[in-house]
């Protein structure tokens, strides 16, 4: 190996940490929603649920890291992109409407996806097992989660659109 290149272990141990960034954002966003949605009781016990397995899985994150040497003291910050996405998931919840707040955790679980997919295959490649079979079980609950978003996007739209409709009625949260 000449000294420019650099181990798949490295990048593993760098891409962990994005992660855990990014579940640390989840779990803010998350429980943001969790303190809303009084209205909307069956979103509010996925999300209140989902919040459980964000936790699980950034202690999850946290044990890989310090197996490999790393540590969650040392995660560094939120990389530009993600921060740029973060953003505008936060703005979008910040207009306070259900529906956009349960299409931008549609659209943060696919980020999540995509994001253990790597891992899945980079800690393959790095011959770091443990770590492999972590995110594989972390990829399984935000895959069921993006699945519950999406199948109850329709009854959250019509919840929605009715309390709208309706003077006095409450209907963004
Ligand atoms: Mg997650
Ligand atoms: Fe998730």
Known sequence: MT???????EHLTDWLRDA??????AEAMLKAMAQRLEHYPDLHSRVVEHLGETRWQREQLEGCLTRLGSSPS??????GKLMAFGESVVAMMASDEV???AMAGYVFEHMEIASY?????AAD????????????????QEAA????????LPATTSNFLSRSARPGVEAKV
């Open 117 to 121: 997919t790597v891992l899945i295959k």
């Open 125 to 140: 490649t790095a011959g770091d097992l443990q770590t492999k079979g972590v995110c594989e079980q972390i990829i399984k």
């Open 3 to 9: 000294d420019d290149a650099i181990a798949p272990r």
């Open 99 to 101: 529906v956009k707040g």
């Open 145 to 152: 989660m993006a699945e519950w978003l999406l199948q109850h």
């Open 74 to 79: 040392t995660v560094k910050d939120i990389t």
């Open 20 to 25: 855990h960034a990014m579940e640390q954002q």
